[in-house]
């Protein structure tokens, strides 16, 4: 029965190395959707063919190819074409893992106290 554990051994190192999108901790339907078709890739997102920026977390970047049609959930920029996107839109929506989204400096923490000039 050797077999299984190479198996299970195989299967672990096949299998992708990103980290997994989650159902939404928060309530994500007020956020407006923006829609669009992705033209390009960037490292903090992705560009749509009308020229609007998204920015993605990396857990969501995994779920998005190029040419096809894209809808997030996000704040859109005022001034710009840019979208802080936080969850893909869907039925439920998908949202990076709770874990991994970035956090501020909190009370106790080394940036917490800190003010620059």
């Not at 195989?10 to 959707?33: F, Q």
């Not at 040419?67 to 949202?95: E, I, K, W, Y």
Request: aromatic share 4%; hydrophobic share 45%.
């Amino acid at each position: 029965m050797k077999i299984l554990p190479i198996a299970s051994l195989l299967l672990a190192l096949s299998a992708p190395m990103v980290a997994e999108a989650a159902p939404c901790l928060y309530d994500m339907s007020p956020l407006p959707v923006t829609k669009g078709i992705v033209s390009r890739i960037t490292p903090n997102g992705v560009l749509l063919r009308d020229g609007t920026t998204v920015i993605l977390p990396e857990e969501l970047l995994a779920n998005v190819r190029l040419a096809q049609p894209l809808a997030v959930r996000g704040l859109v920029a005022q001034s710009t074409h840019m979208v802080q996107a936080f969850a893909l839109d869907g039925n439920p929506p998908v949202c990076p893992n709770p874990a991994t989204v970035a956090r501020g400096p909190f009370p106790g923490s080394p940036g917490y106290d800190h003010i620059q000039n």
